[in-house]
Nanobody
């Protein structure tokens, strides 16, 4: 059973960079043909697919976030990372690390518990 665990600071100041890590157990992040994505949910709003990294290292972005978002991985640690630059209070959300096989949220079956990130000074 694949398990995903997000970690990172719960509070980030505006204009700074949000950095989160996802540690995966029970399966390799290089296993075909999965995509490891970050999905977020702002308070009172729906889920938003941010983008992620596929099993082969290919990277995919939500066009609306591409200019501010970086995805990376450490295969030796079986970890994934997200960086979101120049954050604003609108980036306040619960951030989820997920595993799926496509680009629609319905295709993501495995989710971490999520981590709350608040952008505030």
């Amino acid at each position: 059973q694949v398990q995903l665990q997000e970690s990172g600071p719960g509070l980030v100041e505006p204009s700074q960079t949000l950095s989160l890590t996802c540690t995966v157990s029970g399966g390799s992040i290089t296993t075909s043909y999965y995509i490891w994505s970050w999905i977020r949910q702002p308070p009172g709003k729906g889920l938003e697919w941010m983008g992620g990294i596929a099993y082969d290292g290919s990277t995919y972005w939500n066009p609306s976030l591409k200019n501010r978002t970086s995805f990376s991985r450490d295969t030796s640690k079986n970890q994934l990372s997200l960086q979101l630059r120049s954050v604003t209070p609108e980036d306040t959300a619960v951030y989820y690390c997920t595993r799926g096989a496509g680009f629609t949220i319905a295709e993501y079956r495995y989710w971490g518990q999520g981590t709350q990130v608040t952008v505030s000074s």
